[in-house]
């Protein structure tokens, strides 16, 4: 018999937290208001393959695959693209898939030179919801 643990409350805040930093901090930054449901984006909710349970080891995989992502997405928005940022995103992208945390979009979305629309967080977040 196997035990698992779940994940605390504060873990789970914690990946809400980083998801809407990815859905409506970053992502408004290079990909369009209009082209984008930030509600199915990052939620295992709406994915058929429905596999997180909540569990701390879980929750720690999904933890450090949205704060690698967010990190890689950072460093390249001074920099160009290096191979090694394409395996790390790559990487983490499929773990986040595994436990249906759809994240279609590619690294390249994200090159500096695709950074030209500036919405913060808030303005982003009003405009979808009006």
Same mark, same amino acid.
């Given at each position: 018999m196997k035990i698992a643990q779940a994940a605390p409350p504060e873990m789970e805040n914690y990946i809400e937290e980083l998801t809407e930093q990815l859905r409506y901090d970053l992502l408004p930054r290079y990909v369009s208001v209009d082209k984008l449901n930030p509600d199915e984006l990052l939620n295992p909710d709406y994915c058929?393959?429905?596999? &997180?349970?909540?569990?701390?080891?879980?929750?720690?995989?999904? @933890?450090?695959?949205?704060?690698?992502?967010?990190?890689?997405? *950072?460093?390249?928005?001074?920099?160009?693209? *290096?191979?090694?940022?394409?395996?790390?995103?790559?990487?983490?992208?499929? @773990?986040?898939?595994? &436990?249906?945390?759809?994240?279609? @979009?590619?690294? *390249?979305?994200?090159?500096?030179?695709?950074?030209?629309?500036?919405y913060s967080y808030e303005s982003f977040y009003n405009s979808y919801i009006n």
């Open positions: 058929t393959d429905h596999l &997180y349970n909540g569990l701390l080891d879980e929750a720690l995989q999904v @933890i450090s695959s949205l704060q690698t992502i967010i990190a890689v997405i *950072e460093a390249i928005q001074h920099r160009p693209i *290096e191979e090694s940022d394409c395996k790390q995103f790559e990487k983490n992208i499929s @773990i986040l898939k595994k &436990y249906g945390f759809l994240f279609p @979009i590619s690294i *390249e979305c994200f090159a500096k030179e695709n950074n030209l629309i500036t």
